[in-house]
Every structure is written in C-alpha cells, then in structure tokens.
C-alpha cells in the first residue's frame, strides 16, 4: 500500500523518460508522436485520477466530462468569445474545479457509490449538453477551427512542438502528486485509506480532503481537455463519453493507483492497446467493431481487479524489491 | 473548580434500546478517571458520544470550557481531545513512524498549495513532524519498530502505537477505550508504564476498562455503568466498598 | 389537444417509464440491502431481458413463452455474474466492487452487440388492442401490463418478506449477519440468490418495456442510472420507497421531456439525484438519522 518515495530513484527515473522522450521526438513517424502526444495528455487526467483512486479511496466514472468540459471551455472561449487561447487554460481548469465542487461536496460525505454514480450521471449529462446546447456547443458537429497557441510570433503548432506542452503538462501533474503525496496531506490521505475513523479522530476532516482531492483530479482532467482542444482543433461530442470515463478509470487500474508512475504506464498502455485493437482487429475477426473491444475491455478489467488488483505492471518492482532484500518494507 | 470535562445528562437511543440515560460526570484536569462496567453498559457509546463519533439525543458535552455537543470529530481532535479505538485502527500500509506522524501533523503548517508546489514550508513541516515523532517513539521506548508498517507488528505492540499516536496530538484529554483488551500480563505491564509516562507528561486521562484490576490500580476516580445509567461515582476506595456496585457488579470479583 | 389534456398524458406515460424503473431500482435495493453490493450491472440485467425476450417473439414463440424464458435468462446471467465477479471479490474494498461490476457490465453489453447487433429489435404488444383513452389522454394496454406485472412482482416481495421463514431470514440478514446464521442462512448463499431474484425483476422490467422502447444492446446503463436515483430518492434501503421515487422520476421526466426538450429529461433526472443527495441523502421519506459511524 504503502508509497515508497525514494528521490533519487525518481531522479534516475526522470532522467531515463527524458531522454528517451527525446530520442522519440527525434526519430519517431508523425503517427507515433501524435500517440506521444495524446499519451502525455491522458497522462495528466490519469494522475489526478490516481490520486482520487489510490489515496481517497473513491472512483469517478465521469472524467471524461471534466475533460470534455476543458476542451469546450478552451474551445468556446477562443472561438467565440476570441480570447487568447493561454489565458482559457486557467479558466477551464478552475471551472471543471468549480462544477466538481459542487457535485463532489454532497457525495463525498456519502459512502464510496454516491460519488461513483454522481460522477458518471455527471458524465453522461455533459454529454447530453454538448449534443443539445446547440448555440454554443455547435450540437454534434462540435465546435472547429480553434486558433493555434501561440508565444509571440512563434505558434505552437506540428506534433514535435506539442510534445513540450503535453509532455510539460504531464511532468508538472507528477510532479505536483509527488509533492503532494509526500507532504502532511498526503500523509493525511494515505490515513483516511487505512482507517477514516482514525483518520478523524487525529484531526483530520477526512470528507474535506477526499473533496479537494476530487476537485484536484477535475482540475487535471479540465487542463488536459483545455490542452486537447488546441492540439486537435476541433471539439465534438464523440470524444467525451461514457466509455472514454471508464478508460480513464482503466488507466489507473492498470498502472496502480498507488504509484505514481502507473499513471503514465497506464495511460501508454490503454493508447497503445486500443492503436493495436484499430490497426489489428479486422484483419483477425472481419466484420467485428467496438463490440470486441467492449467485451475486452470489460473482461480485462475484472480480471486485473480480480487477480493483480495493485496494478498489472508490478512484477518488475517486486522482483526488483525481492532481489534487493527489503523484505521487511514490502508490507 | 470545573473539570476539564464536563458531561450532564447525556443521553443516547438506539430504537428502543436506552444506551446512555442521564449520564452526568466530570474529569478534574491531570487526573486519570476510568470509566468501568458490565458487557453492554454504554462505555464505548459513551465515548463516542463524547469524541463526536455519535450523535447525543439529549445533554450537554463541555470540553475546556467550550460545549462541543454536535462537533464533527475531527474538530473535537483538534481542540484536544484525543482517543484510540477498542478495535485498533492503526494506519496498517504505514510504518509506525508514520502512523505517529500523522498525529505530529495536526500541529505543523502546511496547507494543499503548499503540499502541490512543494514549497519550503512543506519541507519543513515534514522535518518537525518526523522529528516530533521520533523523540515521542523514543520516550515511549517504541524507537526500536519505528521503521516496521504498523500492520505486521504484534497485537499488543499495536496498542501501544495506537496511543503514542492519540498522544502525538498533544491532547488535553486522551480517551481510551479498553487498552488493556487482549494483552497479555507482560504487554499489561507496559501498558501501564505507557499510562504513567503519558500521566507524567500532564495529560488528563478517560479510560474505558473491563479490566476492574487494573483499573483500580491506576485510575483516580472511577465512574460506574449498569444498563446505560451512572450506578456510582468515586474514588477506588469508596466505588470497593460502594453497596450497589458490590451488589450489582463487583460482587463476584471483588471478593 | 389542451394543455390539461397533454399533461395528463405526459403524467400517464411517466407512470409506464416509472413502473418500469421501479422494478430495476427494487433489484437495486434488493441486492444493495442483501450484498452490500451497489450493482452497476443492474441495467444490464433489464436488456438481457429485453433483447432474449424480443428476440424470441421474432422467432415465432409465444408470447408468454417468450416472457418466460426471458426472465430465466435474466436471472441466469446475474447468476452468472454474482459467481464470477462479486462473489471472488466479496473481501474487497467497496471501490474495487463498483469497478467489477462495471466491468461486467461492458462484458454484458458487449456481448449483446455480438449476439444481437446494433438495431433495435422490437418486440409485440402483449395484448392487441385500441389504447384506452381516459379524458381525452391515452394510455397504452402495455402501459396496463407493466403496473400490474410491478404491483404483482412487489406483492409477491412482500409476502416473502413478511410471511414467509426464508423471507424473514433474510431480512435478518440485512440487520445483521450473525442472526441469518441463526436462522441457518450462509450469506454467501443469500448473495446467490439475491442476485437471482434481482436478476429476474430487472430481466422483467426489459421484457415489459421492450414492446414499447424496442430494445437495444445498450439500454442498460440509462436504466441503470434510472433506477439508481429511483433508489436514492426512496432512500436506497426500503423496496417500497424506491418504488414510489420510480414513479415520481418517470413522472417528472416525462413532464420535462414534454414541456422543454426531449433531450433534457435525463439532466432533469440527474439534477434531482444531486438535490437529494445534497438536502435528504437519506431518501426523501426517511426521518432524520443520526449521524454514521
């Protein structure tokens, strides 16, 4: 359960993702830098994610609205509203913050369901209002031709360019968990994991934190969508539903909630399976579409649950673990 | 002189189950006051009651001159009132260090911004509570399991880490709800010292206790259960020879 | 038609779509109160009962027949799903349970796109016949049929549940595990047939109202969130209270539906789970509890 941070493993780490980061965006096809680029992306919201999973204890089934609320936010403010298209990041992200406010405030209080259902009827009824809201969401056919960020007169713009701000974003969103998860609060949440009860009773108002973690993860979720918005330049509805929230969900299943570097793992990990899915299925089983990957998906998520339920990407550090000796801290 | 704490006509229902009925008290600062009675006699609803993790029906909870009736528990923590569990809730993934830390960082500044930018007060918050919970581990002879989760360690062992870390808040009051509860002779030994050492430290002790031994040995004053209602309040020697706790619970161990 | 007229029929169509999320937010609470399980499946369960059952009637079967069977079915598959998924996880932490039935909540639905594909199926009335008009409204014979089949379904509940000694073995259970073993009631056991039981009434409420919706391999989640808020406003933890949040959704939905804007009944639907969950977390009946440990 517990996380072991040890700084300059974390170092090394950094050091080795950079580099290789590096060496892709040197030698990689437009095609896998865009992969890069959306896995830096869902990187971000699979931290917060983590957060939510791995330190409250809850589970949101609908981030995939913060995110698509981002990407609208990002997308209406610039388009219509001719805003620079930097200065839509902090208000998309302190907006999905707000609206997580409001629904988390009253579930969190509740046992682990009623955020879970909050959060996927949450979900589902953005994607109602984009689809409906015509007048500003553009209905179905979303909203196209969002302007290029720019930097004076240099546009950020072509997959390399975009490596730095997803990758960017997604080294700040670990960096902020690690601080956070190694701070007081962070100790406070591990807590309220092992016991809410004696959590409370050492003066720790558990409902609060699991709420400003929520709103956290929203806020990462939100940033995300805002960044998407301008690296696809376009928003529409398909990109937003239900089963974008339960990838997100499996993104953090698969990588561990409990480290940090499950989220970009799982994030790599749900692209890359469903890139492999679209480029191999028809040529396995003609004729078969998202049913497969449905069906799939469901299993593969009860059977991580059921039989690895920290994280499929574990076996190397416990072996890692067991040849080091440390036997005693492995609890 | 008004106690620390000041407890008049509580009173809690479960449906039609009386579990506490017009219970009045009140603990003198810097005593150990332990409260004591059959199986079922509304010790442990009366600690919840009081730690904010029940809801009274009726009465009034003072707590160093505030009425805290109605507070969530946490804010109750934090206004010094500290208790453990009678089944432990020690934090099992986390070491015992940081089990005690928890409790250290009720009193070290750090808010969430600092904690997400990683600022210096975080930094420093960290070293204080860690510091803090070292020397207290060391006070209470437990420095040697530092390093071990919580979890693996053994039952009575737990115990002890369960009230160095109520007694890392730095309480006014520290609340025990039957420490004494599966420990064997050795381990009741220590526990003992544990309760002295926190007395010596000035801290106002509540225990809950089966244990009518043990309870006579330590406590100051004693305050008496049966069915929900105060059957006697006193001294060790008055509640021996008090007629209606003879009869009704002492009776067969007191003998 | 007046505007009295139309909301009368709004009323009368809101009562079809509640009896119909009445009989899945009662497998809710069934299984919820039993298992301790919020089963995210649950609509799932309803378009099983849908597809088999219209599926079926293509085929030529009779119409009770086809009933039948889809209920079975139904009840087969949360069988199923209890044994493999909630059953292996029963020691895990409740977070990790709402995950598993998600899951197999996709692997449900999945399959019914393999085996059933895309299209609607639709399903005949299970009686012929001109819609009786009452005040210039009108109200459908299926209409009929699923009050009936949800007042009867609810009746039965009720007598297991207060007359019979398995029924109130296992309301013992709900108050407290230690008495259903004194009534010789292996929780384990009582989480199997719950399911069942929960199985069939949502595999029913499909059935019932495939002949007016159609039905369709991706029904279940809607229905699923339906009867969840149904659940909510009636408390989560009283069959009877669900059932009249059911109805009170479908009646308010349907209202917004006709009034406003066909999209918008399902933000309604929502709005009201968070105003409940905000004001009366505890149902909308229920009195004040105290405060939970």
Redesign the interface.
């Known amino acids: 359960m517990a996380v072991r941070v040890k700084t300059r493993r974390y170092i090394g780490m950094i050091a080795v993702s950079v580099a290789a980061l590096a060496l892709l965006a040197w030698g990689a096809s437009p095609y896998w830098l865009s992969v890069l680029n959306v896995i830096g992306l869902y990187t971000v919201v699979a931290v917060g994610l983590s957060l939510l999973m791995g330190y409250a204890g809850q589970v949101s089934l609908g981030h995939a609205g913060f995110y698509g609320m981002g990407a609208y936010v990002a997308a209406v403010l610039s388009t219509r509203l001719g805003w620079n298209g930097w200065l839509t990041l902090p208000a998309a992200v302190l907006l999905t913050m707000a609206v997580a406010w409001v629904v988390g405030r009253p579930a969190v209080r509740l046992r682990e369901h009623y955020l879970a259902m909050a959060t996927l009827g949450l979900g589902m009824v953005f994607h109602i209002v984009m689809v409906e809201w015509e007048a500003v969401t553009g209905g179905s056919s979303g909203i196209v031709g969002i302007p290029a960020l720019a930097v004076g007169p240099w546009t950020v713009e072509g997959e390399r360019a975009w490596l730095i701000l997803t990758w960017g974003a997604a080294a700040m969103a670990l960096a902020m968990a690690y601080s956070l998860v190694t701070s007081p609060i962070g100790r406070a949440l591990r807590a309220i994991a092992g016991s809410e009860a004696a959590a409370e009773a050492l003066g720790i108002p558990a409902s609060r934190y699991k709420l400003a973690v929520f709103v956290l993860s929203a806020g990462f979720a939100g940033l995300a969508g805002a960044l998407y918005a301008f690296y696809v330049t376009f928003v529409s509805p398909s990109s937003f539903g239900v089963m974008m929230s339960i990838q997100f969900v499996m993104m953090v299943v698969v990588g561990g909630g409990h480290r940090l570097w499950g989220a970009p793992a799982g994030a790599a990990t749900l692209v890359l399976l469903g890139e492999g899915v679209k480029a191999y299925l028809p040529a396995l089983l003609p004729g078969a579409g998202g049913e497969v990957q449905l069906v799939f998906y469901g299993l593969l998520l009860i059977a991580i649950l059921l039989l690895k339920p920290d994280g499929v990407l574990t076996g190397w550090a416990t072996w890692r673990r067991k040849r080091s000796g440390e036997h005693a801290r492995a609890a | 002189m008004p106690g620390l704490l000041e407890v008049r006509r509580l009173t809690k229902r479960f449906g039609g189950v009386q579990a506490v009925v017009d219970v009045s008290f009140s603990v003198p600062p810097g005593i150990l006051y332990a409260v004591i009675g059959p199986n079922g006699a509304g010790k442990t609803t009366l600690f919840n009651l009081v730690s904010g993790y029940l809801a009274a029906d009726s009465g009034e909870v003072r707590f160093n001159g505030q009425s805290i009736r109605g507070w969530p528990a946490h804010r109750i923590a934090r206004a010094g009132l500290a208790r453990t569990f009678q089944n432990l809730e020690l934090f099992p993934g986390m070491t015992v260090l940081e089990n005690v830390m928890v409790g250290c960082d009720a009193r070290v500044r750090c808010g969430w911004l600092d904690a997400l930018f990683g600022t210096g007060r975080r930094r420093a918050a960290n070293a204080t509570s860690r510091e803090e919970a070292r020397r207290l581990l060391a006070l209470f002879s437990l420095d040697g399991v530092a390093d071990i989760p919580a979890g693996s360690l053994a039952y009575g062992m737990q115990r002890m880490v369960e009230i160095v870390r109520a007694f890392a808040l730095r309480p006014k009051l520290l609340l025990l709800d039957e420490p004494a509860a599966g420990l064997n002779p050795a381990e009741r030994q220590q526990l003992a010292a544990v309760l002295r050492q926190a007395r010596a430290q000035g801290v106002t002790v509540l225990l809950v206790e089966h244990d009518v031994d043990l309870v006579m040995t330590v406590a100051d004053r004693i305050l008496v259960l049966d069915q929900g209602r105060v059957l006697a309040e006193g001294t060790p020697e008055e509640i021996q020879t008090h007629p209606a706790v003879v009869a009704a619970y002492l009776g067969e161990e007191v003998s | 038609m007046d505007a009295g007229t139309m909301v009368l029929q709004l009323m009368l169509s809101g009562l079809t779509v509640g009896a119909i999320y009445a009989l899945v937010a009662v497998g809710f609470v069934l299984i919820y109160n039993v298992t301790g399980v919020?089963n995210?499946a649950q609509g799932e369960f309803a378009a099983v009962g849908a597809l088999t059952g219209a599926w079926l009637s293509m085929r030529g079967l009779p119409l009770w027949v086809c009933v039948v069977l889809a209920v079975l079915v139904a009840a087969a598959v949360a069988a199923g799903v209890e044994r493999?998924?909630v059953h292996?996880?029963r020691q895990?932490?409740?977070?990790?349970v709402?995950?598993?039935t998600?899951?197999?909540?996709?692997?449900?639905?999945?399959?019914a796109?393999?085996v059933f594909g895309t299209d609607p199926l639709a399903m005949p009335m299970f009686t012929e016949g001109e819609p009786i008009s009452i005040g210039g409204a009108t109200i459908l014979w299926q209409t009929v049929w699923a009050l009936v089949l949800c007042l009867l379904f609810f009746a039965a509940l009720v007598f297991f549940f207060e007359k019979t000694y398995t029924g109130k073995a296992v309301r013992a259970n709900v108050m407290n595990r230690f008495a259903a073993r004194l009534y010789g009631i292996r929780p384990t056991t009582l989480s199997f047939w719950v399911f069942v039981v929960g199985g069939a009434v949502s595999g029913l409420a499909g059935v019932v109202v495939a002949p007016i919706t159609g039905a369709t391999?991706d029904m279940g989640?809607?229905l699923s969130?339906k009867g969840?808020?149904a659940a909510?406003i009636g408390g989560l933890n009283n069959a009877a209270a669900a059932v009249v949040g059911a109805v009170l959704l479908g009646v308010v939905e349907s209202l917004a539906t006709g009034l406003l804007?066909s999209?918008?009944g399902?933000?309604i639907s929502?709005a009201l789970?968070?105003a409940m969950?905000?004001v009366r977390?505890s149902g909308l009946w229920s009195r004040a509890e105290?405060?939970r440990?």
């Open positions: 919020l995210f493999a998924v292996p996880a895990s932490r409740p977070m990790t709402i995950m598993l998600i899951g197999a909540g996709m692997a449900l639905r999945g399959a796109l393999l391999y989640l809607m969130m969840f808020v909510v804007s999209g918008y399902d933000v929502f789970l968070l969950l905000l977390p105290g405060k440990v």
